[in-house]
């Protein structure tokens, strides 16, 4: 034997980590518009690695090699299903062939059966990646290996025992713990992908409806320095000033307060009543005088020290 078994599954497993790149930059990025074609290069891809994995073998005797190119099938048809397994395999199947040796073709056996195995048990449970049931995902690696031991029938008869005594251990203990960790890895990154898409929809949900709001809605950070975070389109129409203004002068909030208001704003932030809804005179740009009604949510860190306030400031002129 002219690889150990652990030096062998570390250097696949390794190899293996490319699988998670693939999920997470291609496969989730392009989920709305997984075409034929882009279903095809996948397939082109998988077959890559799979041949670095069979470049980077466990070696029993000369012509018998093994690598885990059984997880990463496995693998392949739980996640991405048909198209890009067949491919992957069929092409992996024949570099094994033209490898050749006296396990060609237990390999070629291993090959076919482990696409097989995944692909129908995700055919015949569609809910195992859309639910993320990790224990069943270990169920179809442990059937997919228990048949690779089975395939040992396909190697010559003087290799069968010595073959089955010296690789079922890490084929039936390692290889289904190997596809769970993977498979796993997958599903944190599917979930941080749906992380993502929930985030987007909440901003997009937060412009609409700040960028259609009658009343100026701000977020004026008071910590590590003063300034606006935000302020919506209304204060453009409210105050004269477009939110640009308001980014560009911290303190443009404090100038807009009428002169004879200013000691009631002094005092509002001594007493720190930010939760308490404030009555103030607004000088517009154009020299207007304005009263506003202005509700606050006051943000601490976790040392408990004010860091920003959230508000609401409405035009009350009219009332």
Same mark, same amino acid.
């Given at each position: 034997?002219? *690889?150990?078994?652990?030096?062998?599954?570390?250097?696949?497993?390794?190899? %293996?980590?490319?699988?998670?790149? #693939?999920?997470?930059?291609?496969?989730?990025?392009?989920?709305?518009?997984?075409?034929?074609?882009?279903?095809?290069? $996948?397939?082109?891809? &998988?077959? +890559?690695?799979?041949?670095?994995?069979?470049?980077?073998?466990?070696?029993? !005797?000369?012509? #018998?090699?093994?690598?885990?190119?059984?997880?990463?099938?496995?693998?392949?048809? %739980?996640?991405?299903?048909? !198209?890009?397994?067949?491919?992957?395999?069929?092409?992996?199947?024949? @570099?094994?062939?033209?490898?050749?040796?006296?396990?060609?073709?237990?390999? &070629?056996?291993?090959?076919?059966?482990?696409?097989?195995?995944?692909?129908?048990?995700?055919? %015949?449970?569609?809910?195992?990646? /859309?639910?993320?049931?990790?224990?069943?995902?270990?169920?179809?690696?442990?059937?997919?290996?228990?048949?690779?031991?089975?395939?040992? &029938?396909?190697?010559?008869?003087? *290799?069968?025992?010595?073959?089955?005594?010296?690789?079922?251990?890490?084929?039936?203990?390692?290889?289904?713990?190997?596809?769970?960790?993977?498979? @796993?890895?997958?599903?944190?990154?599917?979930?941080?992908?749906?992380?993502?898409?929930?985030?987007?929809?909440?901003?997009?949900?937060?412009? $609409?409806?700040?960028?259609?709001?009658?009343? &100026?809605?701000?977020?004026?950070?008071?910590?590590?320095?003063?300034?606006?975070?935000? !302020?919506?389109?209304?204060?453009?129409?409210?105050?004269? @000033?477009?939110?640009?203004?308001?980014?560009? =002068?911290?303190?443009?909030?404090? /100038?807009?307060?009428?002169?004879? =208001?200013?000691?009631?704003?002094?005092?509002?932030? +001594?007493?720190?009543?930010?939760?308490?809804?404030?009555? %103030?005179?607004?000088?517009?740009?154009?020299?207007? !005088?304005?009263?506003?009604?202005?509700? *606050?949510?006051?943000? @601490? =860190?976790? *040392?408990?020290?004010?860091?920003?306030?959230?508000?609401?400031?409405?035009?009350?002129?009219?009332?």
């Amino acid at each position: 034997m002219q *690889n150990p078994a652990y030096i062998g599954i570390v250097e696949n497993a390794a190899i %293996l980590i490319a699988i998670a790149v #693939i999920y997470d930059f291609i496969w989730l990025k392009f989920e709305r518009r997984r075409k034929f074609i882009l279903q095809l290069l $996948l397939g082109f891809l &998988i077959t +890559a690695i799979g041949i670095i994995l069979m470049r980077s073998p466990w070696i029993y !005797v000369d012509g #018998i090699v093994f690598d885990t190119r059984s997880v990463l099938l496995t693998i392949s048809g %739980l996640f991405f299903g048909g !198209v890009t397994t067949i491919i992957a395999t069929g092409l992996i199947a024949l @570099y094994r062939l033209y490898l050749g040796g006296g396990g060609v073709l237990m390999g &070629i056996a291993v090959i076919l059966s482990a696409s097989t195995v995944s692909l129908l048990w995700r055919k %015949l449970r569609p809910h195992i990646i /859309k639910e993320k049931r990790i224990g069943e995902v270990y169920l179809v690696a442990l059937a997919v290996h228990v048949v690779m031991i089975a395939c040992i &029938i396909f190697l010559p008869k003087e *290799n069968r025992l010595p073959t089955l005594l010296t690789i079922w251990w890490p084929v039936i203990v390692i290889y289904p713990t190997a596809t769970m960790l993977i498979a @796993y890895l997958l599903f944190k990154r599917d979930e941080n992908w749906e992380n993502k898409e929930k985030v987007k929809e909440s901003e997009r949900r937060f412009r $609409l409806f700040t960028e259609h709001a009658s009343d &100026i809605i701000f977020v004026y950070r008071l910590k590590p320095q003063y300034g606006f975070d935000y !302020v919506s389109p209304s204060a453009t129409r409210i105050t004269g @000033y477009t939110p640009e203004e308001h980014y560009a =002068d911290p303190n443009l909030g404090f /100038k807009l307060v009428h002169p004879d =208001d200013k000691p009631l704003l002094e005092s509002f932030f +001594a007493g720190k009543n930010f939760d308490k809804p404030i009555t %103030l005179r607004w000088k517009k740009k154009d020299g207007t !005088v304005i009263w506003t009604e202005q509700h *606050n949510v006051p943000i @601490y =860190d976790e *040392n408990g020290e004010l860091t920003a306030i959230h508000g609401i400031a409405r035009d009350i002129t009219q009332r």
